[in-house]
């Protein structure tokens, strides 16, 4: 019978599995999908003889020599000898003890370093079936990376993480975004199966990607590429992810901040410029808190600019905005007088104002624009658990809950700081900070009760749920969180749920820079100076507590008083009028 196909070039694991091999070389990638390393392909291995040369090739020739006779007669035609019934019977035990003898197995042994050989007994040929070539490093930390650092691109035109990286991303070329990818997903392999040579290969490829990015810089056209940007952002998350330098002054913060303002306003046209967008400020609003830095917080100005038509961008600016007025007030370099401190001071109640219409207009966009997802709701109702959110959106309402905290806290900072020191507008400020005090615990409360909503916790319903992409949040909400647990407002209770979620997001995940403050270069920061200064100037159980607040307002109703200058600057103080809006 003449034989209808063609052998199998597929590799071991696939044709002992009887699946169609895509037969990828080095390995296949059907193999890496099934979990298990590819056993490679028949045309590749290579045998090691032990025997002398001379008697190999007189074995190798007996061999292939009794083989070569076996198939010519099997080429024959067939024909049915009478058999004796003894024969037969005795052909027929041989039968039954091959098929309960155990079929030696081909795969390699646990450790690849390991040779299993198969000896031919009676003087035959020792064959060596050869080890299993390592998997390919590559595409192992990729399929990880991918599968759990970068979000499914839902096309409704909301940003996620890195959505658009698989289209990108071609892995038949060797340019700056293969090398910037393969970087950051071997070190996140490197913390998640460990295995010196990830770490080894992802310091490589940086040092790679750096070389080509600084020769791409030199043309402002390819500067434009998304491919370009997409790779500096990749940078940045490398030292998330390794823990080294998260936000420090070697971060690629000032490179981030030349793109984005050569990009222009046009970038945000389409959808994957406005994800690469979102992510770039969000990146340096981090680098412009750690560092004390409001320069790179809103290049070009697009954030301010266009934020009147998205809330999107809009809830950016006010992060751009929080970080400006936050160095107004606390900057030693600047120096104000009573009239510029007072000025500062209603601009940060404006913006406080702000972040509560927020809320309240996002809410309408959401429900216009992003079918299916949970829509931001008012400071303090996050708890409530009335409202399922989508991962995205719960990092939105984390991020725009984190520049809220920030400007709040900054405020009471000052206070205390005209407080003891003296001098500016005095203790004009004591009848606002009770309000200050009870938003910052609203904050709190929000941003933590919306992390198992952003890490996937939660599902429809409120019932149990999970995510495969939850490192793609945990590298957004990173640094928010340890911004709670460093709050000097932080109840026990809320810091323990804090350091809960940040040994989650180093141990779980792998993000190294998921460590309490004072453990890193964060302790160092005036933040971490600054709300070592306010616990000492908190008297114990003084301040805002539900208990006592409840009788005059609910702080699920009320807002932020609005702080308006009625007069001029009498006897070297300013005349304030703070009014309080409920419900407004």
């Known amino acids: 019978m003449v034989f209808p196909g063609h052998f199998s070039r597929g590799c071991l694991r696939c044709r002992q599995r009887k699946v169609k091999c895509d037969e990828t070389r080095p390995s296949c990638r059907r193999c890496l999908i099934y979990g298990k390393p590819c056993t490679g392909y028949t045309d590749q291995f290579q045998f090691r003889h032990r025997s002398s040369p001379a008697s190999v090739v007189a074995a190798a020739g007996a061999v292939s020599t009794q083989e070569c006779t076996q198939e010519q007669g099997s080429k024959g035609p067939r024909r049915r000898s009478p058999q004796q019934p003894g ?46 070539p390592d998997p390919c490093y590559d595409h192992v930390s990729l399929f990880y990376f991918i599968h759990r650092f970068v979000t499914p691109n839902r096309e409704d035109g909301f940003p996620g993480h890195l959505s658009f990286l698989p289209t990108l991303y071609d892995s038949h070329s060797h340019g700056l975004l293969e090398a910037s990818t393969l970087s950051v997903a071997q070190m996140a392999a490197y913390n998640k199966f460990g295995g010196e040579k990830f770490r080894v290969q992802s310091y490589e490829n940086y040092s790679r990607a750096i070389r080509m990015l600084q020769n791409l810089l030199q043309s ?29 002054p070697r971060e690629h913060a000032p490179g981030l901040y030349y793109l984005v303002e050569k990009r222009g306003p046009e970038q945000i046209a389409t959808s994957q410029g406005a994800e690469l967008l979102f992510l770039a400020l969000i990146r340096l609003h981090v680098y412009s808190f750690l560092n004390d830095d409001d320069t790179y917080v809103d290049p070009g100005t697009i954030a301010t600019a266009w934020g009147a038509f998205n809330p999107l961008l809009r809830a950016l600016g006010m992060m751009s905005k929080t970080l ?26 404006e913006t406080l104002d702000d972040f509560h219409l927020w809320d309240v207009e996002a809410a309408d966009y959401w429900h216009s624009m992003f079918k299916g997802r949970g829509s931001p709701t008012a400071l303090g109702q996050v708890a409530s658990g009335t409202t399922h959110y989508d991962v995205e959106t719960a990092c939105t309402i984390i991020l725009i809950r984190s520049a809220r905290l920030i400007l709040l806290v900054s405020m009471i900072t000052y206070h205390y700081q005209q407080e003891q020191w003296g001098g500016g507008i005095g203790t004009t400020l004591d009848e606002y900070l009770p309000f200050l005090e009870m938003d910052v615990a609203a904050v709190i409360d929000d941003i933590l009760a919306t992390v198992p909503y952003a890490l996937g916790d939660v599902g429809q319903g409120g019932l149990p ?21 460093s709050c000097a407002y932080v109840t026990p209770e809320q810091n323990m749920k804090a350091m809960e979620i940040l040994a989650r997001l180093n141990g779980g995940i792998g993000i190294r820079a998921a460590v309490a403050v004072g453990e890193d270069n964060i302790g160092k920061t005036r933040w971490a100076q600054e709300q070592i200064s306010l616990r000492s100037w908190i008297n114990p159980g003084v301040g805002w507590s539900p208990s006592s607040a409840e009788d005059t307002l609910s702080p699920v109703v009320a807002t932020p008083p609005q702080c308006t200058v009625t007069g001029s600057v009498q006897d070297g103080s300013p005349v304030l009028d703070f009014g309080y809006m409920v419900g407004s």
């Open 87 to 132: 024969v037969a019977a005795r052909a027929g035990e041989q039968r039954q003890r091959r098929k309960q003898q155990p079929i030696p197995s081909l795969l390699p042994p646990t450790s690849p370093r390991q040779e299993q050989q198969q000896t031919v007994e009676n003087g035959r040929l020792s064959r060596a079936l050869p080890r299993a």
């Open 220 to 248: 402002e056209e390819e500067a434009k590429d998304d491919k370009v940007i997409t790779s500096v952002l990749l940078l940045c998350m490398l030292n998330d992810i390794s823990g080294e330098r998260p936000g420090g």
């Open 324 to 349: 400006v007025l936050r160095h107004k007030l606390l900057s030693r370099s600047a120096q104000l007088d009573v009239e510029e401190q007072v000025s500062v001071i209603q601009t940060c109640s």
């Open 465 to 485: 749920g999970t995510v495969p992409h939850d490192g793609a949040a945990a590298i957004v909400i990173v640094q928010s969180i340890r911004l709670v647990s």
